[in-house]
Structure formats: structure tokens, C-alpha cells
């Protein structure tokens, strides 16, 4: 059964009568749109998509945390749609996915979001739809957008700040040499934008610049560097990092996000971009531009691929403290191959959503999720609602002090992450991949 079938028709009948009210209601404070839109990539390209008040990637959200807020949404289109709020504690009614109990927005239906956001942050907000073999829904379109819950700190001073979103376009499905069906991509792009197709980034000498970058893609991995300069990481997944460090390039999962300041020291024009050849070459890259400096936007190749989330802990070299009153939950993820011309069925613990188990949990009680991925993929597992804590990477490292909603699982490795259970409700954990999530990796957690 695929996951856009489950619960289809009775979550529509709920939200048909729910969500009816919402144009009878008071002003929102924001409105989103979802509707059809071609997004010009360059003057070469375009695509036809999704997209939010007829902009890719949509409006951003700046909101105050520990302040109410409300958020219409009308669906233009002819197909459910639903907003998820990721990264936010929110509820289960309203955190935007249909596992957990958010009724679907009907075509032409209007639905109203109202919570108070935290924590504070780089968050996002995107569609949470089956795609399955449609590659004109879910995550392949243009629904995502910026969201930032403001609190009473920041990254540090900086003079400038850039939203940034990495995505892939035009997909279409390739085969392994073993027959294994994966999404792959004509185009990639920076905001929309293939590389020379946008506006530069114009900045001046000597000013610090906070770039707060999302992985929207689908399904990829995406490396980022900025010719002649380097980042300074200060928050993933919107946390700040108990140890901010200096790298010459990031990575992100599909969902991560990355916040980093780069000093301004450089003057020309430069190419902010992917590392990987082929991909940069697809059209994923920005011209950073200082002012007064004219010409082609110059890269210098970097040699090789580094990242780790280690660096960016408390201590590379401390045990986290031994608490026995965490409960270990064992999460075993494989594949299962479905034969020439499909995509993968995936299975947590020998089983696919919707028939996985619904481990449950008690509130106010710490819990550790041992990732034991057993699959020749990585995968990039988010915990909807609440925020974890790294605690032990491949190979046995321990680390503490890393909080994230999204952690990369590398292939035929072992990862482990503790939360504590204290938003109360149905809790959705799966595979942040389109093609992953839709065939059957995913499980609900449930408090008692």
C-alpha cells in the first residue's frame, strides 16, 4: 500500500469539514497560495511546477518565538495538499503531516495553521504529499520555503544575511548496473536560479555575511564551497553548535540546514557553488559579487570532499554522561528490491509503513534511537516535533552537545541520537528522501 492511499479518503471527509471555517475567521498574519507556476531556472530553462504565492522558494516567514501565529493557506490546485512546519514543536493537529493527524487540504480549499513557534531558529516549511512515480508532486516541485523563528539572540554580528535553497529539477529515473530505479536530475540551482542565470550576491569588502542554507533537493546530498574564502559554521538545523568552526566547504543532507558567517576579506567575483564538478556543471552555483568588481565569477576547485558533524560538538573526545533511565530503541533500516523498472520498498525493522511498529512513549522520559542502517544508501532520518542530540557516531564515536531535527545515517553503519519525549502526540519519524519516504520508510511514534 503506498503511502499516499492510507487514510486517504477519511483524512479528505475530515478536512473537507474542518477546514471550511477558515475563510469565516479573523485576518491571518500570513497567507500562502499553492499553485501552478512556471519557474524560469534560466533563459534556457524552465520547468512547470508548484510553488507558493507564485514565487520558488516561497515567502519567508519571519516569526517571533513565543508569539502566536496564524497561517491561511489556500490550495489552488487539483490534488490534497498539506504545509508541514519542520524543525517546529509543534502539534500533531497542525504540524502538517497526515501520519500524525493534520487533515489534507482539499482542491480550492482554504486551511488555517495557528501556533506559537519555537524554538527559535533556521526553520523551513515544504509539502508533505505522496510523490510516489509522480515526479509533479511532493518534494520534486517548488513547495518549500524559508522560515525563521526570531529569538533573543543570534548567530553572532553580521552585516548582511542571504537565504539560500539548494534544489534539483527535471527529474527523471535512471538504473543501477544491479537494476535498482533512483531520481536523478537535469538542472540544479540556487534559489531558482541556474549558475549565471541570477542576481549575484553583491557584498563589500571587508563585511561579515550570515548565509543560512537549506537542502530542499528531493533526494541529494549537495556539497557547498565559496571560492577564495570559508565558512564559519555556527548552526545546523538551526541550533547553534556548542564548538562553531572554520571549514572550506559544507554539506547537507536533503533538509539540513547550515548556518555560517564568512568574512568578506577577498574582493572579486566568485562562485559560490557545489564542489562536485558535474553537479556545479547542472547549473547549481551563485556569483558572489563585491562591490566595485566586475567579470566572470572565478572557482577554485577544491581537492577533496570534507565533512564531519564531529567537529562542530562540544568534544571530540568525551563520553556523554551515562544516564540509566534512557530507554534504547532499536531502529533497523534495509531495502527491499521490487524488481526492474521500480523504485526500492524500504523497511524499519523488517517492516514498511503503514505496517511498521508505533513504539510508545512516555512523557518527560529520555529515549535513544540506535540507527543501524544496514542499506548501501545514506539516509537522511528526521524526527518530526522535537530536536535530538548526536550522541554517538559511525564507528563507535561518541559526541555531545549536537542538537538537530535531521542527521545523516551513512550506508552499512551505525548511528545513535537521544530526545526527550515532551511534546505529547503522534510523532512521525522517516526517511527526509521523496522516493524513500513514499515506499515505505517511516514509523509513528505515540505517547501513552
Known amino acids: 500500500m503506498h503511502r499516499r492511499d492510507f487514510l486517504k479518503q477519511s483524512l479528505l471527509t475530515t478536512a473537507s469539514l474542518a477546514l471550511a471555517r477558515a475563510t469565516a475567521q479573523s485576518p491571518a498574519d500570513y497567507t500562502l497560495e ?6 524560469d531556472l534560466s533563459s534556457k530553462h524552465s520547468v512547470r511546477t508548484l510553488a507558493y504565492n507564485g514565487q520558488m522558494p516561497g515567502p519567508l516567514l ?5 508569539r502566536p501565529v496564524t497561517i491561511d493557506v489556500h490550495n489552488a490546485t487539483r490534488d490534497p495538499e498539506i504545509v508541514h512546519w519542520h524543525g517546529l514543536f509543534t502539534a500533531p493537529e497542525v504540524d502538517g503531516s497526515m501520519e500524525e493527524g493534520t487533515p489534507m487540504i482539499p482542491p480550492g480549499a482554504k486551511a488555517r495553521y495557528t501556533f506559537t513557534p519555537r524554538p527559535a531558529g533556521f526553520r ?36 548582511q544575511e542571504f537565504f539560500l535553497s539548494l534544489h534539483d529539477w527535471n527529474p527523471f529515473t535512471t538504473s543501477s548496473d544491479d537494476g535498482y530505479m533512483n531520481p ?12 549565471g542565470s541570477g542576481d549575484p550576491l553583491r557584498v ?12 530542499s533537493s528531493p533526494t541529494e546530498v549537495h556539497w557547498l564551497a565559496l571560492a577564495g574564502h570559508e565558512f564559519q559554521v555556527v548552526a545546523l538545523d538551526g541550533n547553534p553548535v556548542p564548538t562553531p568552526r572554520t571549514v572550506s566547504m559544507l554539506r547537507l543532507a536533503p533538509a539540513e540546514r547550515v548556518d555560517a558567517i564568512v568574512e568578506m576579506n577577498n574582493p572579486g567575483v566568485w562562485i559560490l557553488g557545489e564542489v562536485r564538478k558535474h553537479i556545479q556543471a547542472a547549473g547549481m552555483g551563485i556569483a558572489v559579487e563585491y ?11 577544491p581537492t577533496k570532499l570534507q565533512w564531519e558533524y564531529q567537529q562542530f560538538a562540544a568534544s571530540a573526545n568525551t563520553q556523554p554522561a551515562s544516564d540509566p533511565e534512557v530507554t534504547t530503541i532499536p531502529l533497523v533500516f534495509e531495502s527491499k528490491f521490487m524488481g526492474h523498472g ?35 544508501d ?12 548526536i550522541t554517538r557516531l559511525p564507528a563507535g564515536s561518541p559526541t555531545r552537545g549536537l542538537v538537530k531535527d535531521v542527521v545523516l545515517v551513512p550506508a552499512m553503519q551505525q548511528m545513535e541520537v537521544e530526545f526527550t519525549a515532551d511534546h505529547p502526540g503522534n510523532t512521525l519519524f522517516h526517511c527526509h528522501q521523496q522516493d524513500h519516504m513514499d515506499m515505505g520508510f517511516m514509523m509513528l511514534f505515540r505517547y501513552a
Open 291 to 301: 562591490a566595485d568588481r566586475t567579470g566572470a565569477p572565478q572557482w577554485q576547485q
Open 342 to 376: 521500480d523504485f526500492d520498498h524500504w523497511t524499519i525493522n523488517g517492516k514498511s509503513y503503514p505496517e511498521t511498529e508505533s513504539p510508545l512513549l512516555t512523557a518527560g522520559k529520555r529515549y535513544r534511537l540506535r540507527f543501524d542502517n544496514r542499506s548501501t
Open 62 to 66: 519571519r516569526l517571533k518565538e513565543g
Open 124 to 159: 523551513w516549511y515544504h509539502t508533505h504529499v505522496s510523490a510516489g512515480h509522480n515526479f509533479k508532486r511532493g518534494a520534486y516541485t517548488g513547495l518549500h520555503g524559508f522560515l525563521l523563528v526570531e529569538g533573543n539572540s543570534d548567530p553572532g554580528r553580521y552585516d
Open 34 to 39: 499553492i499553485a501552478p507556476y512556471t519557474l
Open 204 to 215: 563589500k569588502n571587508g563585511q561579515r555575511v550570515l548565509l543560512r542554507i537549506l537542502n
Open 184 to 195: 536523478d536530475y537535469s538542472q540544479s540551482a540556487i534559489n531558482g536560479k541556474l549558475l
Open 378 to 389: 545514506d539516509h537522511p532520518v528526521h524526527l518530526h516535533r522535537h530536536s535530538f542530540e
